[in-house]
């Protein structure tokens, strides 16, 4: 869905092939979390964890070895210093790390074949474009107005589109409340939506889960802003009001910042410095900012874990058709499968210079889990059924890069694994 709604915005309003709109079922293939689009070129990069080229590919097609050599040679990629400081959205590279962005991926890798063919160019200039259709579709009042085609397909159809929330997860949450933990939701989601899901995936009570939620947090500014320039606003019928000085009590907010959210905390524990324990999926948008700026307790939802273990998991057989495609005959696999295009999001072989030993290396977004996770899990599921008390091994307890993951870490990462295929 996500893919059809940009595609259908740059044929329909910007001109663009309309082969674009034909999806074949393998080339979801090339959706893989943790590449970095270089928008000039045209060229998507997997990064290792020093910044050097893993695998790369011109539009969908992917680069030999000596093809990388020539444009990227043996050395740090030339935006990865600011890249790996997590500023990473400019004019000039794009990051892509999570599903929600991902089949965009997949849509400029096709364009970018598009524009070879038409016009042979060698600069590339279609991200304004593509900006301009995640705007349409995802401005704040799209929902509202039934504008673009993402929102009014997820109206018509949520069943199609969401999974409901399992029992032990939401028995965990009421656990949690009834410790006396405070409970927060912060999505860069706008109400009207944040509510529909919701609704659908927790029940029409989902408000008593939570003691305080925000939408249109607009993460990872919520984080990084100053009460000034991301003061919070009250609701009303979904419309943002005007702003307020200061946070005094639980309930449902709009925008905001960190440190107003966390003075609110103090006053509702009582505590000088709260512990905050923040759930998310994103490294640029959630993990590395709560992190950074907040220095909050992370826990990265990593779907990649479920893919790692060679079989199709139990549960696949439950997933949301969103995660299936629209190609149900043809099996596409969950997006988690290991990419044949891309290998391991963890590990990767880095081919030796003349004649060398190939060598195994950890690939940057790999390197990001462990320094800025406390602890990694392949879903919320995964930890509902332990007691409210469980201590978890973090990351930074030792010097192991694989301490953090739980229940156990991917196969990549454990030595004289050979059945992981990277190739």
Known sequence: LIYDSFAQYLVTEKGYDEDLLILAPDSLDFCCKG???????????KLAEDGTVLRASHGTKSMTFEEIL???????????NTVSGMVSRTAKYYLYDNYFDL????LCARVVDSL????????????????AAIQHNYKISAFKEDCGMYFPEVKKHPDK???????????WLKQLKNAGKILLLITSSHSDYCRLLCEH???NDFEEYFDILITNALKPGFFSHTPNQRPFRTLENDEEQEALLSLDKPGWYSQGNAIQLYDLLKKMTGKLDPKVVYFGDSMHSDIFPARHYSNWETVFILEELLGDKGTVPAKAESEPLEKKGKYEGDQLKVPYFVSKQWG??????????????????????????????????????????????????????????TAGYYPSPPRALLPNEDSVTMK
């Not at 590449?35 to 990069?45: K, M, P, R, T, Y």
């Not at 089949?103 to 997949?106: K, N, Q, R």
């Not at 977004?365 to 973090?394: G, M, V």
Request: hydrophobic share 35%; proline share 4%.
């Open 103 to 106: 089949p965009g991926a997949l």
């Open 344 to 401: 391991s999001f963890f590990m990767d072989r880095l081919p030796g210079l003349e004649n060398a030993e190939e060598t195994l290396v950890h690939t940057w977004s790999c390197k990001c889990i462990s320094t800025y996770s406390t602890i990694a899990i392949p879903s919320l599921e995964a930890i509902a059924d332990l007691p409210l008390d469980y201590r978890f091994t973090r990351f930074s307890s030792n010097s192991s890069a």
């Open 201 to 203: 995936v927790l029940g």
């Open 35 to 45: 590449l970095v689009l270089d928008i000039e070129e045209g060229n998507f990069l």
């Open 116 to 131: 070879d063919q038409h016009d042979g160019q060698k600069k590339y200039d279609f991200w304004k474009d593509m900006v």
């Open 161 to 171: 589109y969401l999974q409901r929330c399992p029992e032990s997860v939401k028995k």
């Open 70 to 80: 020539e444009n990227y040679g043996r050395r740090e990629w030339k935006h990865f």
